[in-house]
């Protein structure tokens, strides 16, 4: 960075607030009131890999690129007209002149205030480089030398692009700043500080939040990745426990009384979101889980940095749990709202924190959101990355989406992207996984071809005996129930009709790789993980819930389904509090509607599931919890 520039920015004042421009945790700034975009001259310092608020919000109104300040200052100075030109260049070599000379009239050297002021920016550059790196001015390097903000090359495959993880701003995007503006009309009293933030948009209906008795510390780690863990304080502790003895109960009173106290408590909020989500009321569940969220955004670590897809979570320790399904429930509420790569960004944040044993099973779910959302080179690269350790090509949703991913590149590009490729990618995919043709037409209600209706290799295999072809089976089903929109447009089943045909003389024949695929479907899938289990659970298509192994419905809960099994720091204190435990009450709701034992409810859980939600529904019908939610403010 040259001196001068440096020194304009210096004497302007506005090296401070342009650092705090800079996107991380501990930046503040006032919602919502309107303020006018201040220029960003920052943005001579580095480039622009994270953008600030502001800057996400002039994306979102007008997709063309800015230019930066300077440039914008050297355009107006060039609109000046032809006589200014001559006047001013010739007062800028008089004061380049007598910036070298000794003032006269005070006697002091203008060379020993150039130097103080070289140290002052010296200094100022010095806590600039230990805060964020060094970074090159843009005029200094070569336009093509410099990374665009979304190269592959200069960003983890998990990383959080930040620009693109906000929700409000790709709703904003898509319909317009003004018809998204949800928080302009607030009024004084409710304009408050509140704390930038990655994934969660704040609220300024939302109580301010102080100490969260949320904390998070980083653990000592070898290699590149950054291990850290989240922590209660004493009196988040106490407070958690009278969150599990509000379970005990099942009252949703007694968790409105904690978040009365408390209105950030995150279990709390999680509980009350799911009891919203099963009446109906979407927008106010994703409300609760949000700040959830947020909770935890404003606690991270100081090195906890999303954008780098390298900070990693262990799902066995009990306080990490609640930030993991947090972040699930978030990804399912933001794809209904129609915000794909929202939806696409939060899915990477959640398989990053655990990439190994994928607590959630985001990978699941990341395919059809990539293809949600156009992101199709990512799609690729995960896929390209991944399928040698994780054998991804096993996975019936990578199977079928990369085959139509092929599918959908010829679609975009016919003469670069031959259709004979997807049409034989979509062959070695059915192949593999025969049985989905079926599945998918059934859940399209498309008609088969007669030929590939006799076709014996396209039925569904009977799986009651062999629990690897029952996981193929729940698998598969999984991923009709969620991407089946995907395959809906009638030259998607046209081509994979003909794919189907293509592959149908390798099952009439003796193909080696035929009877390969069976043998994998037949012996390597023996057993449900507890990832797939939870990701069922959460995901809720009765369909696959219908699929789980026997027992698993029992464990399936809102706070904690299907927990690993390691101890926690609160087992004692359960094991040791006063209230006693009330399973009978949900027996009871069971044997109301004809269930009798709970071993039953896996002959029938979606049955059971369903009158549960009809239950609860009646109950806020008739006014009673309703009716003591709504008296609640969280002030």
């Known amino acids: 960075m040259s001196s001068r520039a440096a020194k304009r920015l210096l004497k302007g004042g506005s090296l401070g607030a342009a650092a705090g421009d800079a996107p991380t945790d501990e930046t503040e700034s006032v919602m919502p009131v309107e303020r006018p975009t201040k220029p960003n001259l920052f943005a001579m310092l580095a480039d622009d890999d994270e953008p600030t608020e502001d800057q ?9 690129q800015s230019l930066p300040t300077a440039a914008k200052a050297a355009k107006k100075k060039k609109k000046k007209g032809k006589g200014q030109k001559t006047s001013t260049s010739s007062e ?16 002091t050297p203008s060379k020993s205030k150039e130097a103080g002021d070289e140290d002052e920016i010296d200094r100022a550059m010095k806590e600039i480089a230990q805060k964020y790196g060094e970074m090159a001015v843009a005029g200094d390097v070569p336009a093509a030398a410099l990374p665009t903000a979304g190269s592959a090359s200069t960003k983890s495959l998990l990383g959080v692009e930040r620009r693109f993880a906000s929700a409000d701003l790709e709703m904003k995007r898509m319909f317009g700043a003004e018809a998204m503006r949800r928080d302009a009309a607030a009024p004084p009293s409710h304009r408050r500080v509140v704390r930038k933030t ?8 939302w109580p301010p939040i102080a100490r969260a008795g949320i904390h998070m510390e980083q653990l000592p780690s070898a290699g590149a990745d950054s291990v850290f863990q989240i922590t209660h304080s004493q009196s988040y502790q106490s407070l958690e426990m009278q969150y599990f003895r509000a379970l005990q109960t099942l009252d949703p009173a007694a968790f409105s009384v904690i978040l009365h106290q408390y209105p950030y408590h995150v279990n709390s909020l999680l509980q009350f979101s799911e ?13 609760f889980v949000e700040r959830a969220i947020y909770c935890f955004e404003i606690n991270f670590h100081p090195l906890f940095n999303p954008a780098l897809g390298t900070c990693r979570l262990s799902y066995n320790h009990y306080e990490n749990r609640a930030l993991f399904l947090a972040l699930f429930r978030h990804v399912t ?4 709202r129609g915000c794909w790569r929202a939806a696409l960004e939060g899915a990477k944040f959640l398989l990053s924190l655990s990439p190994d044993d994928d607590a959630l099973g985001a990978l699941l779910l990341i395919d059809y959101l990539a293809l949600r959302s156009g992101e199709y080179a990512f799609l690729e690269r995960l896929y390209t990355e991944w399928e040698g350790p994780r054998n991804l090509r096993w996975l019936p949703n990578f199977a079928l989406s990369m085959a139509l991913l092929q599918f959908l590149r010829h679609r975009e590009a016919p003469e670069t992207h031959e259709r004979s ?15 989905a043709l079926r599945i998918i037409c059934e859940k399209l209600d498309a008609t088969l071809r007669p030929r590939l209706a006799a076709a014996r290799c396209f039925a569904v295999a009977p799986h009651e005996t062999n629990a690897s072809l029952r996981s193929v089976r729940l698998l598969t089903v999984l991923y009709a129930e969620r991407c089946h929109t995907l395959w809906k447009s009638v030259d998607i089943v046209d081509w994979m009709m003909d794919a189907a045909e293509l592959a149908l003389p390798r099952f009439e024949g003796a193909d080696a790789e035929v009877a390969r695929c069976k043998e994998w479907r037949e012996t390597k899938f023996s057993g449900v993980p507890l990832s797939i289990q939870r990701h069922v ?13 026997a027992g698993a419905v029992e464990r399936i809960s809102v706070h904690n389904p299907m927990p690993p099994d390691v101890p926690s720091t609160y087992d004692e204190k359960i094991a040791a509090q006063p209230v006693a435990a009330a399973p009978g009450f949900l027996d009871a709701l069971i044997n109301s509607f004809g269930f009798g034992t709970a ?9 059971a599931l369903a009158n549960l939600r009809e239950l609860l529904g009646d109950l806020f019908q008739e006014g009673g919890a309703e009716e003591e939610l709504e008296e609640i403010e969280f002030d």
């Not at 990655?198 to 209906?205: D, L």
């Not at 659970?537 to 192994?549: E, G, Q, T, Y």
Request: aromatic residues 4%.
């Open 198 to 205: 990655v994934i969660s948009t704040p609220r300024v209906q």
């Open 56 to 64: 996400q919000e002039e994306q979102a109104e007008d997709e063309a």
């Open 421 to 435: 490729r997807a049409v034989a990618a979509m062959a070695d995919a059915l192949i593999r996984f025969p049985e």
């Open 275 to 287: 009891i919203y989500r099963m009446n109906g009321d979407m927008q106010t569940a994703h409300d």
């Open 333 to 336: 509420f933001v794809g209904q």
């Open 92 to 107: 800028t070599a008089a004061d380049e002149a007598s910036a070298d000379t000794p003032s006269k009239a005070t006697g």
């Open 599 to 607: 071993d039953r409810i896996a002959r029938a859980p979606g049955d």
């Open 537 to 549: 659970a959460l995901s809720d298509f009765p369909a696959a819930l219908a699929l789980l192994p």
